[in-house]
Nanobody, 113 residues
Framework: VQLVESGGGSVQVGGSLTLSCTASGYAYSRYCMGWFRQAPGKAREGIAIIDSGGSTAYADSVKGRFTISRDNAKNTLYLQMNSLKTEDTAVYYC?????????WGQGTQVTVS
């Protein structure tokens, strides 16, 4: 299982970014996927999740601003982030779970200033 995030960068307050996570090594379409983030000095938090059927859920901190989606034909997960705030600055990770095992990408830095 390999998860590779991309699309991070620096953006001004109020701006937008789209993160991507390309998955390989497993039957991507069958599994729930999630986006997490970890800000400096803080615990990693789950912010968005999408199941194999496309149903989604969001943390209150990002609801209405972030959109999670998936393209099963491309084995790719997305996170569209709008109206970014300084408190969204963090390393963003995609992840999936198979039974007792959690798999994580390497993370991509998002800096909002």
């Amino acid at each position: 299982v390999q998860l590779v995030e991309s699309g991070g960068g620096s953006v001004q307050v109020g701006g937008s970014l789209t993160l991507s996570c390309t998955a390989s090594g497993y039957a991507y379409s069958r599994y729930c996927m999630g986006w997490f983030r970890q800000a400096p000095g803080k615990a990693r938090e789950g912010i968005a999740i999408i199941d194999s059927g496309g149903s989604t859920a969001y943390a209150d901190s990002v609801k209405g601003r972030f959109t999670i989606s998936r393209d099963n034909a491309k084995n790719t997960l997305y996170l569209q982030m709008n109206s970014l705030k300084t408190e969204d600055t963090a390393v963003y990770y995609c992840a999936t779970q198979m039974g007792p095992h959690n798999y994580w990408g390497q993370g991509t830095q998002v800096t909002v200033s």
